[in-house]
């Protein structure tokens, strides 16, 4: 507990060890022993830009009456910028930087810091639970105001004079009241749950504020422990240590509320934790729950725990690594979520050897053109943070690959490379934490973190040659972010008009009982019941062929739209060229209308040119051009006069023009092609390919000496597609076969002009059979055929169902990869649900014999009757011994384990027997969740959530559980 006491203030320390005495000034922005340090780093870049920043700052004039937020900001950051160079005795004259002409110059400097200091607002604004999101505000005048406090008390000359008492009493003052706002009904309610950014900045700005004030003297009108410091930092720490850590970050690092939230949570979180692992010495601290404060309703902690030094944390450091991982060519972080185009992390103060990868920091920093301001403003902050000794080391010098899979956090970066203008594709594909459903280290579910989460699952965003090309909508600020936040706002595919359903509550509905916080109606707990409706997964990748990146990603919606599953694979071709496939799949075998979006960022107002060009359209912006086609099936319609509003950087609303694929049919899919630097189907033709109505051919690739990839000019025919490269054929044939769902692509060695070791392979068929009807190709000759006929110019040729985990081809993998089906990887697996395991060849007679050789720990699934059902998420490894051949099956299991931890009574009678219907109760989870899922055979499709009245039979063959986390 801290020494410092309302009314009986100590002028001691806090604690034993490095610390500085508490009568010493200043402590947040610097040590007392650092001045000649900053003086002397203000003499060079890229501080001295920074200085020149504060300078300006303290030159503005405000208007001293005006209590509205964005003037009482202003103004403490016009006081803070003052106050500083007030203490480091520097200034600006004729853009140098230098120390203050004469002692009243430089007193006319503190005396403004000290004017605008007195003008401050000594009240929280969040009064009344109407008001309560206003604590925010508050948190940032209390970190500008305990900052200008600290410099100005720590200054050689005392700006402050008589008015020193009366300045520490205002700072108290509105700390004690932000944090009766935390600790007192009826406020307490609602801030209270604002586990996100709110309650980050608010406590951490108390933090702040207590590390300023630790031994001054102030009066306390209330004795309720609110003008207690040492509750301030135990709040600040807690907050820290479990919001910021355990609830907003997820395993990768990643940020519940993305890139843009990320920089507006850090202007308090981050230097508190800063100045704290200096004012302590790195030392840890011990939180104390008091039994004098209302109960910790949201947390669910109790007792003792100690909170170590998160400035040094690996949380900390694998944070800002996610933020870099995620970074787009220009330095600022993907708009996803609620953040706005062109946010960026302030790098530069993580520049120090506290990190391990400072010189990455160092680099982004860099790329992102050294930036500074914010509603806080951080220039003084990396002024005393940034090291610049630690020389920029960039990702490819650092070993980063250029494609990053970051399976928790769920994102996809597949890149062409780290420069400036490089072409990027992001994928979404985030559950549990990362969709802003998390839990405490208690086990306590947490969703009040939803405010900021859309309903994006899979969702696609392009950007090259430094232009968003299929852009997010980005956030338009709270007010209005209910614009861009539906699933219609985002590049994923709706069914009968419906996606995701959204979080159902920012904060859910409250009552007090017995002084706790209850929830008032668990069904209105917000978030999603876990790997259900809006949870996404990324269930394989492949980064191993420089020609080819991939990457696929599964959801389920099960709410809103009709249920269904939908995946997404993510291929970048050759380094440059974005193309995915999508299936959706419903639970149900109905005709269903699926409308595949894609947001660009042309026509309308958004400053690009959108031009209707044969299976898409032509999106130019400035000197950036991109062709988008879209593939589908028969009866499939496309138009691109829609227009949607999206963010244009600041909150700014602009227009622009959606591609929209629709198409009525039971089950569909989908192929996009993003071009970038491709304007015309002529000019693909330039670079290797001919698009041509009544012959559809491609040629090797001329632009490189050796063709980067087969693959784009096979995926962007449909029909009749021949590709060559170093004596092989390869591509796809659109043949007539008797089962509408098979697709057929081949492999030929070229000798000559003949065409030998014919082969080929067929995707998604089931039937033990089929037989196809094919184009005559001159030359071809079979090769393995189980029947074989010619007639009339084409052929007949009978196979049996496809081995797919059979090594092909290095192209002929390309192929297969690209359509989702990748040779040695099934469908995403679901808990609970019995995946069949296929491995037959091609006129193939042996038996397979699968063996499971790797599961989860505790895990019980065996394989049977050549099906496996996995009980817990995790990985699966299975070896297939074919004929004597053996391979090697790797699968990865996604969803709630199968099994609970107790059993659930299904109201079923003892005596109730075949035929018999009776009725049964499906008890909620944790979350109010209750589901059954039934994944059927028969066309594909499974049967969705049921409760009520259930045969006996369906019932115990579903075996009825309750899905858990």
């Known amino acids: 507990m801290l020494l410092t006491l309302a009314l009986t203030a100590s002028a001691g320390t806090w604690l034993a060890g490095e610390m500085t005495e508490a009568g010493d000034h200043p402590r947040t922005l610097a040590l007392p022993d650092e001045r000649p340090l900053l003086r002397e780093r203000a003499e060079r870049e890229p501080y001295t830009s920074q200085v020149r920043q504060l300078a300006?700052?303290?030159?503005?004039?405000?208007?001293?009456?005006?209590?509205?937020?964005?003037?009482?900001?202003?103004?403490?950051?016009?006081?803070r910028a003052a106050a500083w160079l007030f203490y480091m005795d520097l200034t600006v004259i004729d853009g140098e930087v230098v120390p203050f002409p004469d002692r009243d110059s430089r007193l006319a400097v503190g005396a403004r810091a000290d004017t605008l200091l007195a003008s401050m607002r000594t009240t929280s604004r969040a009064k009344g639970l109407s008001d309560a999101v206003l604590d925010i505000h508050t948190a940032q005048e209390l970190h500008l105001w305990a900052d200008t406090l600290d410099l100005l008390l720590g200054a050689d000359e005392d700006a402050l004079g008589p008015r020193r008492?009366?300045?520490?009493?205002?700072?108290?003052?509105?700390?004690?009241?932000?944090?009766?706002?935390?600790?007192?009904?009826?406020?307490?309610?609602?801030?209270?749950?604002?586990?996100?950014?709110?309650?980050?900045?608010?406590?951490?700005?108390?933090?702040?504020?207590?590390?300023?004030?630790?031994?001054?003297?102030?009066?306390?009108?209330?004795?309720?422990?609110?003008?207690?410091?040492?509750?301030?930092?135990?709040?600040?720490?807690?907050?820290?240590?479990?919001?910021?850590?355990?609830?907003?970050?997820?395993?990768?690092?990643?940020?519940?509320?993305?890139?843009?939230?990320?920089?507006?949570?850090?202007?308090?979180?981050?230097?508190?934790?800063?100045?704290?692992?200096?004012?302590?010495g790195g030392a840890d601290w011990t939180v104390t729950l008091d039994p004098s404060l209302p109960p910790e309703h949201v947390l669910g902690y109790q007792g003792d725990w100690t909170v170590p030094d998160l400035w040094t944390s690996p949380w900390l450091s694998q944070q800002l690594d996610w933020s870099l991982r995620t970074l787009l060519p220009d330095g600022s972080a993907p708009p996803t979520d609620d953040s706005t185009p062109g946010a960026r992390l302030y790098y530069g103060a993580f520049v120090s050897p506290d990190f391990p990868h400072a010189g990455l920091y160092q680099w982004a920093w860099e790329r992102g053109g050294l930036a500074a301001g914010g509603s806080v403003d951080v220039a003084p902050f990396l002024i005393a943070a940034h090291d610049d000794s630690v020389p920029a080391i960039s990702p490819v010098e650092a070993g980063w690959s250029e494609d990053q899979v970051l399976f928790s956090a769920g994102q996809v970066m597949l890149r062409s490379g780290w420069e400036e203008g490089a072409t990027v594709a992001l994928m979404l594909a985030e559950h549990g934490e990362a969709s802003a459903w998390s839990r405490t280290r208690w086990g306590q579910d947490i969703s009040a973190n939803a405010g900021h989460e859309h309903p994006d699952a899979l969702s696609v965003a392009v950007w090259s040659g430094g232009e968003p090309l299929l852009i997010d909508g980005g956030y338009l600020g709270w007010p209005d972010h209910h614009l861009v936040n539906k699933p219609d706002n985002h590049s994923l595919i709706l069914i009968d008009g419906e996606g995701p359903q959204g979080a159902r509550a920012v904060i859910p509905p409250v009552e007090v009982v017995d002084d706790q916080l209850v929830l008032a109606d668990p069904s209105e707990e917000g978030g999603w019941c876990h790997g259900l409706d809006g949870e996404a997964w990324v269930v394989s990748e492949d980064l191993t062929d420089p020609a080819l990146s991939y990457a696929r990603a599964v959801t389920r919606y099960t709410e809103l739209a009709p249920q269904a599953d939908l995946s997404r694979s993510l291929v970048l071709l050759a380094g440059r060229y974005p193309v995915f496939l999508d299936r959706a799949q419903p639970w149900t075998c109905a005709v269903r209308r699926y409308t595949h979006q894609l947001h660009t960022h042309c026509g309308g107002t958004s400053g690009g040119t959108l031009t209707e060009v044969p299976h898409g359209v032509r999106c130019a912006r400035g000197q950036v051009e991109a062709l988008v086609l879209v593939l589908g099936q028969e009866g499939m319609t496309l138009d691109a006069t829609r227009e949607e509003l999206h963010d244009a950087g600041g909150w700014a609303q602009r227009t622009h023009a959606v591609l929209q694929a629709e198409v009525d049919i039971p089950k569909a899919r989908f192929l996009t092609l993003a071009l970038p630097g491709v304007d015309t189907v002529e000019e693909v033709g330039e670079n290797g390919l001919r698009w041509e109505d009544d012959e559809r051919a491609c040629e090797a690739w001329t632009e490189e000496e050796r063709p980067p990839s087969p693959l784009l000019p096979a995926l962007i025919a449909s029909a009749g597609v021949v590709c060559q490269e170093e004596g092989l054929l390869y591509g796809l044939l659109q043949g007539t076969p008797e089962d509408e769902e098979a697709e057929l692509s081949f492999t030929a060695t070229l000798a000559g002009e003949a065409l030998t070791g014919w082969?080929?392979?067929?995707?998604?068929?089931?039937?033990?059979?089929?037989?196809?009807?094919?184009?005559?190709?001159?030359?071809?000759?079979?090769?393995?055929?189980?029947?074989?006929?010619?007639?009339?110019?084409?052929?007949?040729?009978?196979?049996?169902?496809?081995?797919?985990?059979?090594?092909?081809?290095r192209a002929h993998v390309a192929v297969a990869r690209a359509y989702g089906v990748f040779p040695g990887e099934a469908p995403a697996l679901w808990t609970g649900e019995s995946t069949p395991l296929y491995a037959d060849w091609s006129c193939g007679e042996a038996e397979p014999v699968w063996t499971l050789t790797r599961r989860p720990e505790r895990s019980h699934a065996e394989v049977r009757d050549g099906s496996l059902t996995p009980d817990l998420p995790g990985l699966y490894e299975l070896s297939l011994d074919y004929g004597g051949d053996t391979h090697t099956l790797r699968l990865e299991a996604t969803g709630a384990p199968s099994e609970p931890d107790e059993p659930v009574d299904t109201g079923l009678p003892e005596d109730t027997g075949p035929g018999d219907t009776a009725q049964m109760s499906i008890p909620g989870d944790e979350r109010g969740c209750a589901r059954l899922v039934n994944r059927t055979s028969g066309c594909g499709c499974a049967s969705g959530a049921l409760s009520g009245a259930l045969p006996w039979a369906l019932a115990v063959a579903l075996g009825v559980r309750r899905r858990r986390r």
């Open 165 to 280: 008492a009366e300045a520490i009493q205002d700072v108290a003052d509105l700390a004690a009241d932000l944090y009766a706002d935390f600790h007192t009904y009826p406020n307490y309610l609602y801030t209270r749950s604002l586990l996100n950014n709110h309650r980050v900045k608010s406590m951490t700005a108390l933090g702040q504020a207590a590390i300023a004030l630790n031994g001054e003297r102030w009066e306390a009108p209330v004795d309720d422990g609110r003008y207690d410091p040492s509750r301030w930092v135990d709040d600040a720490l807690l907050t820290a240590d479990v919001i910021a850590r355990d609830v907003l970050t997820d395993e990768d690092g990643g940020y519940v509320e993305g890139g843009g939230y990320i920089s507006y949570g850090g202007l308090e979180l981050y230097p508190f934790l800063w100045a704290w692992h200096r004012y302590t």
């Open 56 to 79: 300006s700052l303290a030159g503005r004039t405000h208007d001293l009456t005006d209590d509205s937020v964005g003037a009482v900001q202003s103004r403490g950051n016009t006081a």
């Open 759 to 809: 082969r080929v392979k067929v995707h998604d068929h089931r039937d033990a059979a089929l037989t196809l009807t094919l184009p005559a190709l001159p030359g071809l000759e079979p090769d393995g055929a189980c029947a074989w006929t010619e007639a009339a110019g084409s052929w007949t040729l009978q196979v049996p169902r496809e081995a797919r985990t059979a090594p092909q081809a």
